[in-house]
């Protein structure tokens, strides 16, 4: 079955300071995977997305992420925090038939210090 | 072009109540899925429209859970009677044909006292 773990619930980080967000998953084929941000009273937004060729991957808001298949992980990061990207993170797994649902991890709130 | 709308945002009832949800795809897609996320939980997927059709609905808990997407446009999610464990924030997404990008709705929270 497929799954997806994010081991961290909660990190805080100073503002400027580098972010990583650690995604594990746990799938039987190529997975497709994702990963997602939920401001406060916002909905999902897609950061950046990885389906296939190079492992690193960039996003949105200065966001990237990098596939390691020998690891099963799909970690997210950002050289320099920015206040505004306090909110809560998901990495999502999906299927590469078309149409198929999506598992999504537990999620990571990130915290910024002035 | 616009995003994926739920309809309503907050929605509070008691226990026993009917509340219906209602989300709006973005226009042309044909692939409409519903998610919920229960209090300190995971996101779940519940289940997948390709266009009018039930293609999954694995997810839905139980069958006091009813999904329509009637036309194959908008779709609806009635619980009926609510119980307390439903309370959550209810998705919507939406993607198009071929395409397994999948766009979120802002979300319907779920209140059952």
């Known amino acids: 079955a497929q799954s997806v773990t994010q081991p961290d619930i909660h990190i805080t980080v100073s503002e400027g300071a580098s972010l990583e967000l650690r995604c594990n998953y746990s799938?039987?084929?190529?997975?497709?995977l994702f990963w997602y941000v939920q401001s406060p009273g916002q909905g999902l937004q897609l950061l950046l997305k990885?389906?296939?060729?190079?492992?690193l991957v960039q996003g949105i808001k200065g966001f990237e992420a990098e596939f390691k298949r020998s690891q099963s992980s799909f970690n997210l990061r950002k050289p320099s925090v920015h206040w505004s990207d306090a909110a809560e993170y998901f990495c999502a797994v999906g299927a590469s038939n078309y149409g198929q649902n999506f598992v999504f991890g537990p999620g990571t709130r990130l915290s910024v210090l002035p | 072009e616009a995003g994926v709308t739920q309809f309503p945002s907050h929605s509070v009832i008691e226990k026993g109540q009917t509340v219906t949800l209602r989300c709006d795809p973005i226009?042309?897609?044909?692939?409409l899925y519903w998610y919920r996320r229960v209090m300190g939980k995971e996101i779940k997927f519940l289940l997948h429209f390709v266009k009018e059709s039930k293609q999954d609905e694995s997810g839905m808990p139980n069958n006091r859970f009813l999904a329509e997407r009637t036309g194959g446009t908008y779709s609806t999610l009635k619980v009926q009677p609510a119980e307390l464990e439903d309370s959550g924030v209810y998705f919507c997404?939406?993607?198009?044909?071929?395409?397994?990008?999948?766009?979120f709705g802002p979300g319907t929270r779920l209140t059952v006292l």
């Open positions: 799938y039987g084929a190529t997975p497709y």
């Open positions: 226009s042309g897609h044909d692939n």
């Open positions: 990885y389906f296939s060729g190079d492992t």
């Open positions: 997404a939406s993607s198009g044909q071929g395409r397994n990008e999948q766009f």
